[in-house]
């Protein structure tokens, strides 16, 4: 089976762009992959965080991939700083990776904002982390949403550089899978910004954690055209706010654009988004549920991630003790 890997930052809750654009596309491949699914918690901490709340939002991010459809029988599924491959490797390619290479993220660029000299030197070697997560298991296939396409490019980089730079065939190369109309699900306030855990505004985003009213209130007051909806797809052209709503409904009930507006298309929007919002709140409710039974019993959840990181080991270890030897590391 081809081995799946992808991560998420417990950096708060997670919003319908997590889970329309990576958490529900990493469900179906439990079954047809060996699939390994992390908490990435060394990412959490290169911009600024609570000490005092990032173990809680740790454990809430795996529940709620838990209650999402992720089964840690099925899956590997842990917490990235409990499998200290992911450090270890990292380090080893903050020194293959080339300065020229990471001064050219966009995502860099974007999160360490204006004061760039106030940016962590961890959030500049992000994506060397990033490499290392994937390429600690050998997974070939990463399901993200379309923001994390530059810095797989790099992961594939690093892997060709390191197999060079050490003569071996080592690390193989990596295929971004990057699926359905919600790949890139946009902020309600601004169609131009991806919707964004960290965002200010908790009006730009759904939480996986919203109930119906304030679900019903941040669609309402989505910002939009004041033309009513296109009779078909071609018609979203340019009119971003409408493309990503019809976006989001198509993507809930599983249908293509074309296929709500055939049902919608001549609408005006105030119409459209009661619709809308009434079936994110169906499709959402359920989760919040399971999410909510999972985290009356932590200690459960913590245990499930503890097996997880065991399983993770067992495949990342052999695999780092082979990535040493190679770089020259004296045995331990
Ligand atoms: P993170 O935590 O920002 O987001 C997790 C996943 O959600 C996707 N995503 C979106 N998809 C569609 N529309 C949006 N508005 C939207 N916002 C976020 C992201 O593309 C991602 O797939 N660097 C990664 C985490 C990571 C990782 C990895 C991923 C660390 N190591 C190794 C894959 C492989 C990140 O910050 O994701």
Redesign the pocket.
């Known amino acids: 089976k081809q081995r799946v ?5 417990p ?1 708060g809750v ?5 889970y ?4 529900r596309n990493w469900v179906p491949l439990q079954d047809t992959h060996d699939a390994i699914y ?1 908490v ?1 918690d060394l ?1 959490a901490i290169t911009q600024p965080f609570d000490p005092k709340q990032l173990a809680a939002q740790t454990r809430e991010m795996a529940a709620a991939l838990i209650a999402c459809g992720l089964d840690p029988e099925r899956c590997v599924l842990f917490v ?1 700083s409990h499998v200290h491959a992911h450090a270890r490797l990292a380090w080893i390619f903050n020194c293959v990776a080339r300065l020229g290479w990471l001064n050219r993220m966009t ?1 860099f660029k974007d999160k360490a904002g204006k004061d760039r000299e106030a940016a962590s030197s961890g959030l500049y070697v ?1 994506p060397n ?2 490499a290392a ?2 390429l600690a298991y050998h997974a070939t296939l ?7 396409k530059q ?2 490019e790099l992961a594939n980089d690093i892997a060709q550089k390191f197999n060079h730079d050490f003569g071996a065939e080592f690390f193989p190369a990596i295929e971004p899978l990057i699926q359905g109309v ?5 902020s309600l306030r601004d169609g131009t910004k ?4 960290s965002d200010a505004s908790d009006q730009s985003r759904i939480n996986l954690t919203d109930d119906a009213d304030a679900v019903a209130l941040k669609i309402r007051r989505a910002r939009t055209d004041p033309e009513p909806l296109p009779e078909s797809a071609a018609g979203l052209e340019g009119r971003a706010e409408a493309r990503n709503l019809v976006g989001i409904l198509a993507a809930v009930a599983g249908a293509t654009p074309e296929a709500v507006l055939r049902d919608h298309g001549g609408k005006g929007f105030s119409e459209f988004k009661e619709v809308l919002a009434e079936a994110l709140v169906a499709h959402l409710t359920p989760i919040q549920a399971e999410m909510k039974r999972l985290l009356g019993d932590p200690g459960a959840v913590d245990a499930a991630l503890r097996l997880g990181a065991e399983r993770a080991r067992a495949v990342a270890d052999p695999i780092m003790t082979e990535a040493e030897r190679l770089v020259g590391f004296l045995p331990r």
């Open positions: 890997f992808s991560g998420i930052q950096s997670p919003t319908l762009g997590n329309l654009g990576a958490i992390c990435v990412h990235q995502q992000y982390l990033m997560d994937i990463v399901p993200v949403g379309d923001d994390q810095h797989l919600a790949a890139r699900v946009m991806k919707m964004s855990k």
